[in-house]
């Protein structure tokens, strides 16, 4: 009866072995993709954002109009706050996980929010995609869910790439909330 019983409880453990990796997975499905409204300072609607979880980091994925045409930087800040008031200042830096330099072209650099200037186009519209490898929307020290969530901030001016600690990029003229989504 022991061997049996043994026998049992060790088919069980290894029955239960694929179910214990499975919760991290599930915890993480419905963060794998999140859609967030991006607004200017006049608290006007511009279009949505796209983050999707990748193998390499966060594919970013914008349908945007009603821009300034040109050059602009873009980057994820450290607060899921976007407040018209205060000129979205509220997003506080950029997010830096880490606590690395600001920039592209810096050694030492770049934050995990840094990514490359966008292009809006003459009709205002910015439709692009970017992958950002130095941050995640799963669990982690690189997560854009951290306790205040994230923000994603597009600038008046584009970024220099080097200036600390912001790349001299200028007002903040657009904003989304990053947040994970209530299950």
């Not at 030492?108 to 130095?134: E, F, S």
């Not at 951290?146 to 600038?155: F, N, Q, R």
């Not at 584009?158 to 001299?168: A, L, N, T």
Request: proline residues 7%; negative net charge.
């Amino acid at each position: 009866m022991n061997r049996f019983v043994t026998f049992v409880c060790a088919a069980a453990a290894l029955g239960a072995a694929p179910a214990l990796a499975q919760p991290k997975a599930t915890a993480n499905a419905g963060k794998e993709e999140v859609h967030a409204s991006v607004i200017g300072p006049d608290g006007r609607d511009h279009g949505v954002v796209t983050l999707k979880q990748t193998s390499t980091g966060v594919l970013v994925s914008t349908n945007l109009t009603g821009l300034p045409e040109g050059e602009h930087g873009f980057h994820f800040h450290e607060k899921g706050m976007c407040e018209t008031q205060q000129k979205f200042t509220t997003a506080g830096g950029h997010y830096a996980p880490g606590g690395s330099k600001h920039g592209l072209m810096v050694p030492g650099g770049p934050h995990g929010g840094d990514m490359p200037n966008q292009h809006v186009d003459a009709n205002g519209k910015l439709i692009t995609q970017v992958l950002n490898t130095g941050v995640t929307l799963t669990e982690g020290p690189k997560s854009l869910f951290d306790a205040d969530g994230s923000a994603l901030v597009i600038h008046a001016k584009p970024d220099d790439y080097k200036s600390q600690p912001s790349g001299d990029a200028g007002d903040r003229i657009a904003c989304a909330v990053v947040a994970a989504p209530r299950n």
